[in-house]
């Protein structure tokens, strides 16, 4: 039995993660955090997530629940995120890292928190997107840079961060596969008078509405024809269960910064 808390676990992510370790033999439910002044602290976490009262309440004092956790599944901000890793450093507790919106400075923070214990992080933890990382990087290789790659992704009106994680890891993908910096040649949308698009642009877009999961398309344009390859997200489920299998990987893992890839056995 995996003893998990959940941070976020009243926010769209966190509550599909709720519902999924309820429904999971291997795992247990032993702590559900909110950030401070969240209007459910206090409330059971099974029914505000929709499983039926579960007698855990959400708490904001994670260095209580960790006490009893083997590893913590987190969806929430950048900042929360970083507050959160200190503790797990301090207690030695595993992390699955599911926040976006990280600035250099602060991925470089999670990685030497990784040389004490054990991580897994990644921009999308689902199956699909992780084998799209895989077969882009494999394209990439078989048509060369004479074909302009461009990425757009849709996500809810309620994101927050612009482009989304997977997005970038996308960019991050077909720049390094290009021996290419994604700094130095992204353009994150265009508007005036931009001129003609240079050879080694990565073209990056973000489009927000609605109640959209997440959808990623990248688009390798050449000349006489056009590949597209798209992953729509129809679920949240869908990173929930990836989550899931991060956390069952992460546990017997030892210290050390993972990928899906690394769940997944893909590398």
Known sequence: MINVVVAGAAGRMGSRIVNLIFRNPEMKLVGAIERDEH??????????????????????NLQFTLEKAQVLIE????????????????????????TTGFQPEEI?????????????????????????FKIVKEIVGILGSSYDAEVI?????GKKDAPSGTALRLGEILAASRGEDLQRVAIYGRKGLTGERKREEIGIHSLRGGDV???HIIVFAGE????????????RDTFAHGALRAAKFVVTAPAGLYDMQD?????
């Open 39 to 60: 209007p459910y602290l206090g409330k059971d976490v099974g029914e505000i997530c929709g499983t039926g009262k579960l007698g855990l309440e959400i708490t904001s």
């Open 108 to 132: 470089t923070r999670i990685k030497e928190a990784s040389s004490i214990i054990p991580c897994v992080m990644a921009p999308n933890m689902s199956v699909g997107v992780n084998v799209l």
């Open 263 to 267: 769940v997944l056995g893909l590398r």
């Open 153 to 157: 992704e849709i996500h809810h009106r």
């Open 224 to 235: 006489g024809e056009r590949l597209e390859i798209t992953h729509r997200a129809h679920s």
């Open 213 to 215: 999961v997440g959808d």
């Open 75 to 98: 969806f929430t901000t950048p900042a929360a995120t970083l507050g959160h890793l200190e503790l797990c450093r301090r207690e030695k507790k595993a992390m699955v890292i599911g």
